[in-house]
């Protein structure tokens, strides 16, 4: 049986600690935890007009994607995490705590599709698209040969993903890692660190173009794909540095 989780290279990944993706996630969400008897899901304002993306995607399909789709997992989210032990834990903290585990599915998918979307919305701008510069474009380069590379690669990973997804540009022990996930799995409940996405499901695209998801994607990627975002996650995701030792 496939895994739920997958790479374009076939790596095994771990189910290690999360805490670099949630520091990396955080300070752009700002989905936190309350100190009651449930998590807070937090419906985010877009940082942008819903039209301001069009034509490569329109404000009809914004208007569902974010008030329909987008906010049904907020509102779910919040409801299913008023059961159980989720009170003081952030939408991270939830994912990682009931991923796998079959009894929670439906908190985990709600909370997932909740962080992912959230995610997705600041991985766009207008007028974004093209090829990214400094540190990022050098890590592309190194890991993919070429951003024209690395785009085939993303491209393959989005179009091969059978049914509901996502496609990831992720971080894996310092390198970058292009995975694919279904329905709602998160590089977040496999310890890798997020740096940009596309929605994969079809409410996020076929209003504009139908069935065809290839089309989508590369427009996204030539037209919308926010390269500044993706290298302030990747800033964000450095380990900090030790503090010099006082002389004396």
């Given at each position: 049986m496939a895994t739920p989780f997958s790479s374009i290279n076939r790596r095994q990944f771990l189910r290690?600690?999360?805490?670099?993706?949630?520091?990396?996630?955080?300070?752009?969400?700002?989905?936190?935890?309350?100190?009651?008897g449930s998590a807070v899901f937090?419906?985010?304002?877009?940082?942008?007009?819903?039209?301001?993306?069009?034509?490569?995607?329109?404000?009809?399909?914004?208007?569902?994607?974010?008030?329909?789709?987008?906010?049904?997992?907020?509102?779910?989210a919040n409801q299913l995490t008023l059961k159980g032990?989720?009170?003081?834990?952030?939408?991270?903290?939830?994912?990682?705590?009931?991923?796998?585990?079959?009894?929670?599915?439906?908190?985990?998918?709600?909370?997932?599709?909740?962080?992912?979307?959230?995610?997705f919305f600041k991985c766009l701008k207008p007028g974004g698209g093209g090829e990214p510069e400094g540190v990022?474009?050098?890590?592309?380069?190194?890991e993919f040969g070429s951003f024209a590379n690395f785009k085939k690669v993303f491209l393959t990973a989005a179009v091969d993903r059978f049914g509901s997804g996502w496609a990831w540009l992720v971080l894996e022990e310092g390198r970058l890692a292009?995975?694919?996930s279904a329905n709602a799995d998160t590089p977040l409940a496999h310890g890798l660190v997020p740096l940009f996405t596309v929605d994969l499901w079809e409410h996020a695209y076929y209003l504009d173009y139908?069935?065809?998801?290839?089309?989508?994607?590369?427009?996204?990627?030539?037209?919308?794909?926010?390269?500044?975002?993706?290298?302030?996650q990747l800033e964000l995701a450095k380990p900090?540095?030790?503090?010099?030792?006082?002389n004396g």
């Open positions: 290690s600690s999360i805490l670099a993706a949630c520091a990396v996630g955080a300070p752009f969400l700002l989905q936190c935890g309350s100190k009651g937090v419906k985010q304002p877009l940082p942008y007009a819903k039209d301001a993306l069009a034509p490569t995607i329109s404000a009809e399909t914004m208007g569902f994607h974010y008030d329909k789709h987008y906010a049904g997992y907020v509102k779910k032990s989720f009170g003081g834990k952030s939408p991270e903290e939830v994912i990682q705590s009931t991923a796998g585990d079959a009894s929670q599915a439906a908190v985990f998918n709600n909370a997932a599709q909740a962080w992912n979307h959230a995610f990022l474009a050098e890590m592309i380069a190194a292009v995975v694919s139908q069935n065809r998801r290839l089309a989508f994607v590369t427009a996204v990627l030539e037209n919308l794909a926010n390269w500044d975002f993706v290298a302030a900090a540095k030790e503090p010099a030792a006082e």
